[in-house]
């Protein structure tokens, strides 16, 4: 078993840098705001024109006027600015956003990205992916290693309609830690209790594995 989406999280947030200015994607993503480490400040931006969003609120202090980019209620820290999402959009495509995390639907070798539909099934819109893998300085794509049926999501090349072409350098899915470099996946971690036997089964891409292949550390982050 993988882990599971609040581990998730807690592990693409050890990737955060302090002064990061950060843009969250819709599910998994959006859940790595409670999870940023005590010792850095971020800001975390919202495509619908927020910047400094706060953790998910408690049932105390939820404000329904008060959403991210996937209408959930959050919360605001200190300084933290409101704006029309065209302004979002300018800081986006502008280059002013440090670090983008992402779901996804495949990733492949080369870096690219499918995140916005899958042909056939009802599409609500591709949001702001394509300016996020086209705007942000780094991206980190979040997801499950295979799908329901077990086919692997980590591919030599995607098959679904691409949200960005080679510009994925980071990949954290239930299963491992990996980056893509020249043309090839490269294991770098494995979650608890998961083998690299079973992640290069899961792995349709190119896999480069070490010698050794440590165990994630998800606890010194752990609220």
């Not at 996937?70 to 959009?89: E, L, N, Y």
């Not at 609500?124 to 997801?143: P, S």
């Not at 290069?200 to 752990?222: A, F, R």
């Amino acid at each position: 078993m993988g882990l599971r989406r609040d581990q998730l999280a807690m592990r693409v947030a050890q990737e955060l840098k302090d002064g990061y200015y950060v843009n969250l994607g819709i599910g998994i993503p959006t859940l790595v705001a409670n999870y940023v480490p005590d010792d850095i400040e971020v800001m975390l931006q919202s495509e619908n024109g927020l910047l400094g969003m706060g953790e998910f609120p408690s049932e105390e202090n939820v404000d329904p006027d008060l959403i991210n980019a996937g209408k959930q209620t959050v919360t605001a820290v200190m300084g933290a600015s409101f704006f029309s999402s065209a302004d979002s959009f300018a800081m986006i495509r502008g280059g002013h956003v440090d670090l983008t995390v992402l779901g996804a639907f495949e990733v492949d070798q080369n870096g690219s990205i499918a995140s916005w539909m899958v042909p056939g099934k009802l599409v609500k819109g591709m949001g702001g992916a394509m300016d996020l893998v086209a705007g942000a300085r780094d991206i980190i794509v979040t997801m499950t290693h295979a799908n329901k049926k077990g086919e692997s999501k980590v591919l030599k090349e995607c098959t679904l309609p691409l949200t960005g072409v080679g510009c994925i350098k980071k990949v954290v899915s239930d299963l491992a830690y990996m980056e893509i470099h020249d043309g090839k996946f490269h294991l770098f971690e494995r979650a608890p209790g998961i083998s690299v036997e079973e992640i290069i089964s899961k792995t349709e891409g190119d896999l480069i594995v070490p010698e050794y292949v440590p165990e994630m550390k998800l606890g010194s982050i752990m609220r």
